[in-house]
């Protein structure tokens, strides 16, 4: 707060006395404040003072020199400094309350590698192989796809079928389309092999084509993955009906729900005729 004060002529009626009394200390009307006053002195008509002062606000005065007339003011000089700390107060209060920098989006999922394939298959288009090659393990990812066998080339025999995948282990793609045109198939973890019993790992994964592509994974509720005799070839089983299985001529087929995949009945009936099957290998 500013005080200010004036000589006589203007001051209010009743005043009195000899000291002006401010807040913390007493300091003579004569001597003026010191550090404070910004002019002094004295005029014909007795002590004349003018100037202005700093205090605190709240403080209490009295006043006492007759003809002193005291009047008070917000200080332009506290409230410069106030008014700084209040800027710096609401600048910091902004940055505290402002959103920090943005963070960087995330990079976009990078396109998957292109499956490379030795030869055309009579079975998929390249929309359906570039669907399929997202669900196959990331560890055959940029692997290129080898047509093992196809029953236009090597006959409708599973015998034959067991004969082309003799010496490779690498993971097998199983794809087929029945006399109705539905195509659908399976992906195995291993190459495909005559076995007492079942045998895979929860990579493989039964899938059709009607006419989105369904993928059925694993459930982990068995692992009954892959079986082959010379009569059939089965994938996925419980209650005695498997998801996928292949007679030993490689014509007719059937498939099931079954537990290991929870998969729907891939062809449009539960008993199909094979029109074209291939194995391709991933390696």
Known sequence: MTLSWQG???????????VLSVCRGHFPAASGWAGHCR???RGDEGPRISGSG??????SLSLDPPGLFV???PSQVEDAPSAEKGEEEEEEEEEEAAPGPAPAPAPAPEDPVEPQLAEASQVLGASEIRQLSLHLPPRVTGYSWRLAFCTSRDGFSLRSLYRQMEGHSGPVLLVLRDQDGQMFGAFSSSAIRLSKGFYGTGETFLFSFSPQLKVFKWTGSNSFFVKGDLDSLMMGSGSGHFGLWLDGDLYHGGSHPCATFNNEVLARQEQFCIEELEAWVLS
């Open 39 to 41: 002019s002094l002195g």
């Open 54 to 59: 700093d205090v605190d606000t709240g403080v």
């Open 8 to 18: 006589p002529g203007k001051e209010p009626a009743g005043s009195g006395g000899r």
């Open 71 to 73: 009047s008070s003011q």
